[in-house]
């Protein structure tokens, strides 16, 4: 039944995803990704890898220098991937800064600014390519970026104030989006620089006060769901927005805590992160074509977002990794029942048979809705990821 | 062939758009969208008409307004509907306006701000709602306030550096939204209020203009295309965002064009909105599902927004318009042909045999993606405009 039944299986399947990412993924994105004329990396590529769009985000920059650092760090030390993560990471020192020291959402080939967005997402990906970038190379200076993108990312999110609001002060809300980048920004950023304080506290610090705020305000148990927004003293907020659950996010949210459960041997934080993911798998998981809902309701009622019915890639690969952390960490049966539905659902649906990588959009019933493989918010992150996490647990590590 | 092509065809098409109009969608939004508590129209219902959100969009007290008051001047006098263009004109009254008189995008049932964009379409709406209403009440307050607020979305429109940039001045665009909303609204304000100067022109000459720069700017013909976004001289901006097609806006934008020609009898106006309508057409037309695709790329290429091929109703209002009004004005078959087309299609597809009215979010196959009403975005205008206008040209006017 499962794909982990046997330690042969566990060693085939570690195997597997380790093929596809250093023999499918990460080739695809360094033959068409990275550009060699302006540095960085460009991920508007159509199916067979060629260029949609010359426009970056930098979020991109950032996550692309964290995946490949993280490579030569934890797979092998391969100059490619050293290269890769180095261009990326001087993308970002040269041209990733707005005049008042907040990053860009997206500029142009060669660096010039397009478009500043309110949140700080570009921020913490900055935060966790430096650390890993320092790590990697000993560059004291990248540590202290890393601690300064962190830095801008906390005051941003979490001080009253600081972030230019979307709506009026009529019905004030929160969002679980800015806790859970919080949680594996400070993971990273400990992984790599150790736990000494930023931004007034060590990061295991601002990891404890994430997780209690997501399992304080944002869980709901009476309904088994995480919820994506909530009033600031965590009450629901009955408006279709305030309704809208995000599954695959919330299972993401999920092996963020699981992770931090493994680090800690914390068998309570173990089973807050497993609570999250049973409630939310039941949420997610589409009984009629299988993979996984990208929205649904806290009551069932109809979804706004036009894309609530869709299959999009990442949701999918947060799945895998969190089912099989919640099967490595309880060896509970329902966990390797569910990998192996998502694992096996996945790959039958997502990979491009033709040109390799993945297809990031599908329809409802599996089908591709459209095929380029990146645009500003499909690149070299969560895929590699998923895979690289995959064969690291199937490691015992 | 055609629903149109003998004049017992017509009347018996004009009294089946009259029956959908009358005896069922204005009666469904009557029953469940109406505020008999707070006034001003509630749009955020399930498919039964149960509410699932109690915000209101300020967009949709000026449509609704405008709706109503313009079937009491069109078609009958019937007393509720007075009764309901009034609540959402003095909705808008109280509570439409933001501190400095740009008008909010939300607010909650009993009127409280919620949120405000950078754009002035509320301002657009409230413009036609209250030229309506001042003549089918002869209310001169109303008539200052059309005017008042059709000034503020000229300025905040086109009058450089009023709007809050979306990007930054790195590649400068403008969107052919401004000019389309601009010539309905123009024409909606000279029908109720006369052609008097409004910010500084009549309506007719600020048509013309706005005319005039979607057929140099926004027009390639070369393409047979119309672009939703473009360089300030016209030129392709060669980007997802710029290569991104927008077929049913594109048709709405050739009836309004159409619409224009008729009333002048101006032929050369006329061909080109016929152009419009045909190139769009040719390109938004889905060969394989039937129904018009939501976005298209300019070269063929995957377009980024998720919903790009999913089926929404008011495209498919709006091409039943542009195509019996193109018939109507040119005698053509084509359009007759392709009026049958997106007519059945579309009564197939949307109406709700249940409950009444239109789903709103078809996938591309033609089956239902979510069941409600409506939302933010949908309520009593599209469908119901389109209704009354194909009624009407069935009836020779």
Chains 1, 2 share one sequence.
Request: proline share 5%.
């Amino acid at each position: 039944m499962s794909l982990v039944a046997t330690p042969k299986d566990r060693a085939a399947l570690g195997a597997f995803y380790r093929r596809v990412l250093l023999d499918d993924v990460i080739p695809f994105w360094l033959r068409h990704g990275l550009d060699r004329e302006h540095g960085g990396m460009l991920t508007c590529l159509d199916r067979d890898g060629a260029l949609l769009d010359t426009d970056k985000s930098i979020w991109f920059q950032g996550r692309a220098a964290w995946m490949f650092a993280t490579l030569w760090l934890t797979v092998e030390r391969r100059g490619e991937w050293l290269d890769a993560a180095r261009s990326c990471v001087e993308f970002l020192r040269r041209h990733g800064h707005g005049p008042e020291g907040k990053m860009w959402f997206s500029v142009t080939r060669d660096g010039r600014p397009l478009r500043m967005r309110r949140y700080v997402y570009s921020e913490a990906f900055a935060a966790i390519a430096f650390a890993a970038w320092a790590r990697a190379t000993g560059d004291e200076r990248a540590a202290e970026e890393a601690r300064r993108a962190f830095e801008t990312y906390l005051r941003t999110s979490f001080e009253p104030g600081v972030m230019t609001p979307k709506f009026e002060p009529t019905r004030p809300s929160k969002g679980v989006g800015s806790l859970m980048i919080g949680i594996v920004t400070a993971q990273e950023l400990r992984e790599h620089l150790g736990d000494a304080p930023v931004g007034g506290r060590a990061p295991t610090e601002w990891i404890d006060g994430f997780i209690g705020e997501i399992e304080r305000d944002f869980l709901k148990r009476e309904h088994r769901a995480l919820m994506e927004t909530v009033a600031p003293d965590g009450s629901v907020l009955d408006h279709i927005d305030g309704r809208t659950l995000n599954p695959g996010h919330a299972i993401e949210c999920a092996w963020f805590v699981l992770e931090e459960a493994r680090r800690r041997r914390d068998a309570r934080m173990a089973s807050l992160g497993v609570e999250i993911l049973d409630g939310m798998w039941e949420r997610g998981w589409d009984p009629v074509h299988g993979g996984l809902l990208y929205f649904t309701d806290l009551l069932g009622r109809p979804v706004q977002e036009y894309w609530h019915d869709m299959k999009f890639w990442w949701p999918h690969c947060e799945a895998i990794i969190a089912t099989l952390m919640a099967w490595r960490m309880t060896g509970e049966d329902r966990h390797a029942v569910r990998h192996r539905l998502v694992h096996e659902w996945s790959f039958r649906h997502f990979p491009d048979p033709e040109h390799g990588e993945w297809f990031g959009y599908l329809h409802r019933d599996g089908t591709v809705s459209q095929g380029a493989k990146g645009n500003l918010f499909k690149g070299p992150f969560h895929l590699p990821r998923m895979l690289w996490m995959g064969m690291r647990l199937m490691e015992g590590r």
